[in-house]
């Protein structure tokens, strides 16, 4: 099995900024791709940002600009930087891998969620 940990969430003011971080650990034989989605109160799960194992990155037309996400692939860990936080980005983040977990078997593997609030 593979295990997804966050950190990092809390309260923020509006215009601040955040990172969450995530580590992947378990029977990983090779990670595809890292990525943190969000879900608002009331509202569905939503993309936020991947990376892939080559680097390449895919944003979220609503955070494009404010956010970026880094990954290490020796430590199988990503982070994602949020600026300029809204109220609008108050959500459960949570981390996405999928991952081979042998040559030919893979699965993609979600984290218990870190939780995000941007109140003044």
């Known amino acids: 099995q593979v295990q997804l940990v966050e950190s990092g969430g809390g309260l923020v003011q509006p215009g601040g900024s955040l990172r969450v971080s995530c580590a992947a650990s378990g029977s990983i034989f090779r990670i595809i791709a890292m990525g943190w989605y969000r879900q608002a109160p009331g509202k569905q799960r939503e993309l936020v940002a991947t990376?892939?194992?080559?680097?390449?990155?895919n944003y979220a037309d609503s955070v494009k600009g404010r956010v970026t996400i880094s990954r290490d692939n020796a430590q199988n860990t990503v982070s994602l930087e949020i600026h300029s936080l809204e109220p609008e980005d108050t959500a459960v983040y949570y981390c996405n891998a999928r991952v081979y977990t042998d040559m030919t078997n893979w699965g993609d593997y979600w984290g218990q969620g870190t939780e995000v609030t941007v109140s003044s």
């Open positions: 990376v892939n194992a080559g680097g390449g990155r």
